[in-house]
């Protein structure tokens, strides 16, 4: 009697959980939640996760709510493919990530590998930040789509905003030493050298990701080279710290970053003194977002305290459950189909589309820089009482660089 009751327990729990899978739609966020990158991934969490229930009161997609899997990767390629396998057992048919391209390389080689051997268990690699050209060229396949620009367009659309400026003639180049760091390092001094030729570099510093808690050293030779500029694609406390280091020495020199504005960032930049210096290569700017849109920034920051950091998060979800509605499945190769060539109105309110080629988004870009903002502007940064201002504008179809991917597409 109780082997038959025990059975029939069993039985009504795998029923259960059937039945609770199939009411949901669960996307896996693995990122990093302790260590060095867990200010970057709790924000980028509480994103999805606001978004969700943003849809899910909205009566969710195809009958059923999305489910967001907060899973810690540690900002570990080797851990992430443990995460993906463990949100995959949990019935998850889409994976997202974003900090650290050495992961998501590990992620789309895992998509790639778990759906040719499982083609019962698929799954979309949804990547919001991980930036590296390459993930868009030699390594693109159909199970990966990318939302943020990659380097070589932000830093394209950098140098392009940099060669008018007279008064850079001396660049300093520091970044985390992995595959976007260096990608970020080869394409400035590529750019620089067609655009201007005159301007000398008179550093190229490498330094461990997310290693670093005192960058005073660094900073030091920063300011021994004479350097007048400095390009860092440095993100999470990597740029945090590193503005707060310069702010300690009296660094002063122009900032052009892709990820100023993360946590701490705003801070540092005000304790420096350096109002209109920093300049960072963005998606959307806070106080030059449509009246829908700033409804939007306002509910997130009421609520979180933060700003909302991922214009491009927003773009991939609702996308996502575009797409979903569109294929009336959340099977990922018929969801996968309706991304390719989707046109959307981007949070910032142009229109976005996912070229179908590689798999990269394109979306108007925006150069800002931050400081004091001019009277009724409604958003500044982390209380600083400073914000991000709109300094040049790249249309979508002026980011668009060539691609080297040769797709391979399921039958």
């Known amino acids: 009697m109780r082997r038959a009751l025990a059975s029939s327990f069993i039985a009504l729990s795998v029923a259960m959980g059937s039945a609770y899978a199939a009411d949901t739609i669960k996307i896996a966020y693995i990122d990093p939640l302790s260590g060095g990158g867990a200010s970057v991934g709790e924000v980028g969490l509480k994103h999805f996760q606001w978004l969700a229930e943003q849809i899910n009161a909205s009566g969710g997609v195809i009958g059923k709510k999305l489910e967001i899997l907060g899973l810690d990767n540690k900002t570990n390629p080797q851990e992430s493919l443990v995460q993906a396998q463990k949100a995959i057992d949990q019935g998850a048919h889409f994976l997202t990530q974003g900090n650290g391209s050495s992961v998501g390389a590990a992620l789309t080689d ?15 690699y949804l990547n919001y930040a991980a930036v590296d050209p390459v993930l868009t060229n030699d390594k693109c396949n159909f199970w990966h789509f990318r939302w943020d620009a990659n380097s070589d367009i932000k830093m394209q659309a950098l140098t392009n905003y940099m060669k008018d400026k ?3 003639k001396k660049v300093y180049l520091i970044n985390q030493d992995y595959s976007f760091g260096e990608s970020v390092r080869t394409e400035a001094r590529k750019m620089l050298k067609a655009k201007r030729p005159d301007v000398q570099i008179v550093g190229d510093e490498k330094h461990p990701l997310l290693k670093i808690t005192d960058f005073a050293p660094y900073v030091a030779k920063i300011k021994a080279s004479g350097a007048d500029t400095v390009i860092t694609g440095n993100w999470g406390q990597d740029i945090a710290l590193l503005l707060k280091a310069a702010a300690d020495a009296g660094l002063q020199v122009d900032w052009y970053t892709y990820y100023a504005g993360g946590a701490g960032g705003p801070t540092a930049i005000k304790q420096s003194n350096i109002p209109d210096r920093v300049f960072a290569i963005v998606e959307g700017v806070p106080n030059d977002e449509p009246a829908e849109t700033q409804k939007i920034e306002q509910e997130f920051r009421t609520k979180y305290g933060t700003t909302f950091w991922y214009p491009r998060v927003y773009n991939e979800v609702y996308m996502l459950a575009q797409a979903i509605k569109d294929a009336n499945s959340d099977e990922p190769k018929a969801v996968a189909a309706k991304l390719e060539g989707m046109k959307f109105k981007t949070f910032m309110g142009g229109e976005g589309y996912m070229r179908k080629d590689d798999h990269q988004f394109f979306q108007d870009m925006y150069i ?4 004091p903002l001019p009277a009724g502007a409604k958003f500044d940064e982390e209380g600083t009482g400073w914000g991000w201002k ?10 668009e660089l060539p691609t080297t991917c040769k797709m391979d597409r399921p039958s």
């Open 110 to 124: 895992f998509a790639v590998k778990n759906n040719d051997r499982n083609p019962d268990k698929q799954v979309l």
């Open 166 to 168: 007279p008064n850079i």
């Open 368 to 371: 800002a820089n931050l400081g």
């Open 390 to 399: 709109t300094q040049g504008v790249v249309k979508a179809k002026d980011t």
